[in-house]
Structures are given as C-alpha cells and as structure tokens.
C-alpha cells in the first residue's frame, strides 16, 4: 500500500487583498531587469549598471450573482428592500466591485496572490470591467498591479562645528541668504593678469 503522507499539497488561495475571485482566467506576471546603455565614440553602447524593476501583474478574474455568496446577498437585499431599504447596487457582484474601488481608492499597499507566487506591496494601477446583454449578472475585471518599494527614514543630528575637523565638509547646510548673479564686464584696456 502506498504512502501518500508526503505528497499533501495546499492549493494556493487566489487573492487580490483579502477579495477572493469565483474565477481567474488570467494571471501575467512581468518581471524585467533595466539594462542601462551608454553610447561610445566608437562602437557599440556599452553597459556599467543593470537592476531588477518592480513587477508587474495583470489579473482577469470574475464574480457571479448565482455563487453561494451572491445568492446570500440576493436574499439579504430582497428582504431589505421588502422593508423598503435601497435595492440598487446591493447585489453581490456591486457589492464586490465597490470593495476593488474601495482597495484602489485607499493607496495602500496590499497582498496579491496568484497561482505562482505571493506579491507583496501591490497597488492597483488600473480596474476595467465590461458589462453587457451576456454579463450582467457577473462581474469580470481585468485588474493591473504595480509592486512598490517602501523605504524607512531616519533623522539624526550632526554634533556642533566647533567639534568637527572639517566643519566646511561636514557641517549641516547653513542657509546663507539669497544670491544675486551680478553681470562681469571686461577692465578697461582688455584683460589683465592678476599680477599686473
């Protein structure tokens, strides 16, 4: 009898945030090294620094009022309109397409998980959603995705320039006022060196 104990997987949950799609057509992962190229007198450009970008991810995914979710939602917004809530926009597919423009709106930098592999620090760069005779109880978005570096600061202070041994090097920058460029005009008889 075989044993399968090591070979349990966990199929990886797709999400863009913590929105998780019925349905994922497409993932495109883009990941792209700069190459930098300077032009030579003579020959071809050459190369003195390369560097890895920031990826890039499009995502074409999909929601249905007829899932299980939507059909929750359908009953909760029969039962609100009944009791004269607003029925418009509060099906399900709404519902989740306001919480991708809530996501995009915030700027704040989120999970998203593919297939493949998990990005970190995703922003949404674009959201496009088609509607027509044949989609109008689903919702299908094509979603762009940008990762973006965070950095840390941090301030720090100089000691005095009287304890510095080179204050004019490593002092702080001082500011010395405004300066106005004052217009040079040759000496009378041409030009004369400065030692006479």
Not at 72 to 89: I, K, R, Y
Not at 92 to 119: C, H, M, W
Request: charged share 15%.
């Amino acid at each position: 009898m075989p044993n399968f104990a090591g070979f349990i997987t966990i199929d990886p949950k797709r999400s863009i945030g913590s929105i998780v799609a019925h349905v994922t057509l497409e993932e495109m992962g883009t990941d792209e090294l700069q190459i930098t190229e300077h032009p030579v007198q003579l020959g071809a450009n050459i190369t003195d620094h390369a560097f890895k970008k920031q990826p890039d991810l499009v995502i074409r995914c999909g929601w249905s009022n007829s899932s299980l979710g939507g059909v929750l939602n359908g009953v909760q917004g029969l039962l609100s309109a009944l009791t004269g809530g607003d029925a418009f926009g509060s099906d399900y597919v709404s519902g989740i397409y306001n919480q991708l423009l809530a996501l995009q709106e915030s700027r704040i930098p989120f999970d998203v998980s593919t297939g493949k592999r998990l990005y970190t620090n995703m922003l949404m760069r674009s959201l496009s959603q088609t509607t027509d005779e044949k989609s109008e109880y689903t919702l299908m978005v094509t979603a762009t995705f940008k990762q973006i570096l965070i950095v840390q600061t941090q301030a720090t202070t100089l000691p005095p320039k009287e304890n510095q041994a080179q204050p004019q090097d490593t002092a702080e920058t001082a500011d010395t006022g405004n300066k106005q460029v004052a217009t040079a005009y040759p000496a009378p008889g041409g030009w004369q060196p400065p030692n006479g």
